[in-house]
């Protein structure tokens, strides 16, 4: 059973920090591009960032640059998102994905989390 699950987000304060964890099972994570996505209400999913097994390659949304950190720990087959400088338009339901083929490329992944509430007030 394929198995990717979120924790860690809340209710924040704009300009203050949260980090989201996401806990896969063990053939979900190996050799697998991990992304983080997140959708707000009456708003298509969007794609946030994205980091590759051997972490040879991190791909960030232009939003997000400079302030969140996709970060993985491919021992504990966990992937990291530290989210900064939170923004009220960052409030969403975030979501962590994985893929084992290419298709990462084209933002479209395999198997997805049941996602997170982040909700950043002004």
């Known amino acids: 059973q394929v198995q990717l699950v979120e924790s860690g987000g809340g209710l924040v304060q704009a300009g203050g920090s949260l980090r989201l964890s996401c806990a896969a099972s063990?053939?979900?994570?190996?050799?697998?591009?991990m992304g983080w996505f997140r959708q707000a209400p009456g708003k298509d999913r969007e794609f946030v960032a994205a980091?590759?097994?051997?972490?040879?390659?991190?791909d960030y949304a232009d939003s997000v640059k400079g302030r969140f950190t996709i970060s993985r720990d491919n021992a504990k087959s966990t992937v990291y998102l530290q989210m900064n400088s939170l923004k009220p338009e960052d409030t969403a339901v975030y979501y962590c994905?994985?893929?084992?083929?290419?298709?990462?490329?084209?933002?479209?992944?395999?198997?997805w989390g049941q996602g997170t509430q982040v909700t950043v007030s002004s």
């Open positions: 980091k590759t097994w051997s972490n040879d390659y991190t």
């Open positions: 063990g053939r979900t994570f190996v050799g697998s591009t």
């Open positions: 994905a994985a893929t084992r083929s290419d298709n990462w490329r084209r933002y479209e992944y395999d198997y």
